[in-house]
């Protein structure tokens, strides 16, 4: 047991910049902050010894990188000699060098004072960058400022050095550079006075699964080195010095959350089935091949919705068939062979694009939008097709359309792909002959014809949020009448539990893709709809995935079977609360 | 001279590690290559002006190479955007 100071402790709140408990012990870095001088220098003389000064201050700063890159002994990962390479090319770079030698020559300034405002300049323009990997080169910029003004005052900065195991680092802030020459084996924990939710700190501390409290203001100076300290990165809290009981408490909570951590890791390998052997189908609702290989690092098995409108935002015009076969291969090669559901562009409504000038509606959700755009722009449709059809040639997509509200748009969406193939027949081009085809059920006309439907597509997907939406007639845009949008009004679960049934019947798989899937509070009884396919945010995956393993299909049965015969959603979810 | 766009494919844009890349590339030919994004227009001869643009994913950037081997630079650069962005 460690021996707990006689010391008052206190609480600091800050930002719960990266989640878990940890308990350990400080170790207090401050930094010397240099601060301009505003002397002018008087002749031409003093202007070049300046200059000189500078200029020998940068090249040391260098050999400095280079010497901690190449020091073996660091064991660097790609990922920290690049973090060191980018350091270098921002020392030797030509804006940095003529603005600072501008500030001396003309402003008549020394080395320190024209760096400090030089870089402080770009710091700023980063920081306003409202794009988390954009503002964290503000913390580069002022990383490789403060190795040159350490280097002018030739002060020698060995402050991370000899660190016990379970320290807990209490800093200002700490630098890309010192992130990768502490020893981190040793640090289980950070306290920062400075940063937030998207600062570099939060970055590195999440990617080193290190709980850390950011922002936590000047309060942490009162903190010494060997102070026992918690810090809880999931509330946003450091406890200094706590008393027995406190600590007790958190000692506790901390097995609790490396346990519950452990467990929903340890799940990703376990197969996906109720406790009486139901397999379950948990996949991940996707927008590139980025979000396809971090839900597999989840344990999807696959993407239930790959939302292709990522690629058509964020530019002038539309996407060219060979620039959308790019993108969708990327994510088809990622995806390790398992199966990706694409589903054509839902545009329109709330989801407009600047270029394709849609004319402003009344009710833009009850407008031009999603699969009646691609039926009226028959282009622009064939060549999303085919840029698709193409990346199907790896034999692991299927193809889905949003927004069906009749079985006329379903044929002719159908008869247009049979087009594209036609197309693609022509060309010659390789691609899946048999994909199969499936639609959203996201509108209450599709659910009440789900049996008519299910005789013509591969496969269901049920879209809950415009589903509620449009069943119960509330925007789900609009504050006022936010507690009206209620997924758990039996009218919605109705719908959903009479797709389900007339997939089973017929015999095609049906999943679900819309916010309700990843609702723990609705697991068992989807589960009991008979719904086998779910798909949400990869980071829902272990958390649902556990109830459904620990989950029964027979209870599940029950469940749905109260709950269908309940009628208003306040019991439903009263009931849903009580037993779960 | 020899002008494109491109289209920033990488989620996270053209930050830290991407710009090096990038640089590293250019400084191997004579041409002068400069970035523009939108109304601002900066060499690519320099990290800080690189990140002062704010590329993010999803941009359109244009390239402007000028010089005696504009034709070899404008093909790396090509294949930076095309293929190797994507893996930064």
């Known amino acids: ?580 | 001279m020899i002008s494109k766009n491109y289209i920033i494919t990488a989620p996270e844009g053209i930050h830290a590690r991407p710009a090096t890349t990038l640089i590293r590339l250019t400084k191997k030919y004579k041409s002068v290559v400069s970035l523009k994004k939108g109304e601002n227009l900066v060499r690519l001869n320099s990290m800080l002006n690189i990140l002062t643009i704010g590329a993010k994913g999803g941009d359109t950037i244009t390239v402007i190479i000028e010089g005696e081997d504009e034709a070899h630079a404008a093909q790396a650069i090509d294949n930076f955007f095309i293929e190797e962005l994507k893996k930064l």
Request: charge should be negative.
């Open chain 1, 1 to 580: 047991m460690k021996k707990i100071k006689e010391k008052t402790g206190f609480e600091i709140s800050g930002v719960a910049a990266s989640p878990g408990i940890a308990i350990g012990s400080a170790y207090v870095v401050r930094k010397n902050e240099i601060i301009s001088s505003g002397t002018k220098l008087k002749n031409e003389s003093e202007v070049l010894n300046e200059i000189e000064k500078f200029k020998k201050a940068v090249q040391a700063s260098v050999d400095d990188v280079e010497a901690v890159k190449n020091n073996e002994a660091l064991k660097l990962n790609d990922d920290e000699v690049n973090v060191l390479e980018a350091h270098i090319e921002l020392l030797t770079d030509p804006q940095l060098h003529e603005d600072v030698l501008q500030k001396i020559n003309a402003d008549k300034k020394n080395a320190v004072d024209a760096v400090i405002e030089v870089v402080d300049k770009f710091v700023e323009v980063f920081k306003s960058m409202s794009d988390e990997y954009m503002s964290a080169s503000a913390a580069d910029v002022k990383d490789i400022g403060n190795r040159i003004l350490g280097s002018l005052n030739h002060s020698i900065d060995n402050g991370w050095q000899n660190f016990q195991s379970n320290t807990i680092i209490i800093a200002e802030d700490i630098s890309p550079s010192e992130a990768i020459t502490i020893d981190m084996t040793l640090v289980i924990a950070f306290a920062t006075s400075v940063g937030g939710k998207t600062s570099h700190t939060a970055i590195l501390a999440k990617s080193k699964n290190l709980p850390a409290v950011l922002g936590c203001g000047n309060t942490v100076d009162k903190i010494e080195n060997g102070d026992v300290i918690i810090v809880d990165g999931t509330k946003g809290v450091v406890i200094v010095n706590p008393g027995e009981k406190c600590l007790e408490e958190y000692s506790a909570k901390m097995r609790e959350y490396q346990q519950g951590n452990e467990f929903l890791r340890s799940l990703k390998s376990v197969s996906c089935q109720t406790s009486d052997g139901v397999k379950i189908t948990l996949r991940a609702n996707i927008s590139s091949a980025e979000d396809m290989l971090e839900s597999l690092k989840h344990g999807a098995e696959g993407a239930g919705l790959f939302r292709t409108e990522l690629l058509f935002m964020n530019r002038n015009s539309f996407p060219s068939e060979e620039e959308q076969f790019q993108f969708y291969s990327k994510v088809a090669l990622k995806s390790k062979g398992k199966p990706v559901i694409v589903r054509t562009i839902d545009i329109g409504g709330d989801k407009p694009l600047g270029y394709f000038n849609l004319p402003k509606e009344e009710n833009p959700f009850l407008g031009y939008r999603a699969i009646r755009i691609s039926l009226d722009r028959k282009d622009l449709f064939v060549t999303q097709l085919k840029a698709i059809l193409r990346a199907s040639a790896m034999r692991n997509f299927r193809i889905m359309f949003p927004m069906i509200s009749s079985l006329q748009e379903l044929r002719l969406a159908r008869k247009i792909l049979e087009e594209a193939k036609q197309e693609l027949r022509k060309a010659n081009l390789d691609f899946d002959e048999n994909i199969p085809v499936g639609m959203m059920i996201e509108v209450p006309s599709a659910a009440l014809m789900a049996d008519i439907f299910a005789k013509e597509v591969d496969f269901f997907s049920i879209g809950t949020n415009d589903l509620c939406q449009y069943t119960l007639a509330v925007d789900r845009g609009n504050e006022k009448i936010k507690d009206l949008y209620d997924p758990y009004n039996p009218a919605v679960l109705r719908l959903i539990s009479y797709t389900i049934e007339q997939a089973n019947k017929y015999n095609i798989s049906v999943g679900m893709c819309g916010e309700l899937a990843s609702d723990p509070m609705a697991t068992r009884l989807l589960l009991g709809m008979g719904l086998t396919e779910f798909s949400m945010s990869a980071t829902s995956i272990p958390s649902i995935k556990n109830l459904i393993v620990n989950n029964s299909y027979e209870e599940a049965r029950e469940v749905c079977g109260k709950v269908m015969a309940m009628d208003n959603s306040k019991s439903i979810i009263d009931y849903l609360k009580r037993n779960a």
